[in-house]
């Protein structure tokens, strides 16, 4: 499976306040303000662009997200997250390996279900150390979505 490094996703209590440090300490370029809610999962997050680097506030409102800030806090980066050019590839490829790819709340996710609310399309593969997780997400999509949310 061909992946590349893409960002981390940490947690956040406040994106507004976060979005305003990252800025004022690093002159980040921030996108604007995504939201993703489907099945339970409600979250508020946006991307900080440092350079070519990159990472995730986000700030959990309701689900397994907002869970995980009540009991350990801000600050946590509980997601690394890759791109691949085929996510149909990627996905083949872990369950033949016998990793069932996961939606956002755990679930498993069937081939014709990765499409995210964002656009991109997107697999999880199942918590096996904690609470940290690996996120796959195809990598024109990506592109796509940054270029929208940074115009």
């Known amino acids: 499976m061909e992946l590349t490094f893409s960002h981390v996703d940490v947690l956040v209590e406040d994106l507004e306040q ?8 690093f002159n980040a370029n921030l996108s604007t303000t995504q939201v993703w809610n489907r099945g339970g ?9 440092m350079g ?11 689900g397994n997200l907002r869970e ?12 690394h997250c890759y791109t691949t050019p085929d996510i149909e ?3 083949a490829e872990l369950v033949a ?6 939606d956002e709340n755990g679930r498993p996710l069937a081939l014709e279900d990765l ?3 964002s656009g991109t399309r997107i697999i999880w593969l199942p918590k096996r150390f904690g609470h940290f997780s690996i996120e796959i997400l195809e990598e024109k999509g990506l ?3 940054m270029q929208a949310a940074f115009a």
């Open 143 to 145: 592109q796509a979505f």
């Open 68 to 79: 995980l800030l009540d009991a350990h806090g801000e600050g946590m980066i509980y997601r």
């Open 97 to 102: 390996k016998g990793v069932q790819p996961e």
């Open 115 to 117: 499409q995210s609310p």
């Open 52 to 62: 070519q680097e990159r990472f995730m506030l986000v700030q959990p409102l309701t």
């Open 41 to 49: 999962f409600h979250v508020r997050y946006a991307v900080v662009l």
């Open 18 to 25: 976060a979005c305003a440090y990252y800025a004022k300490i």
């Open 89 to 91: 590839v990627a996905y």
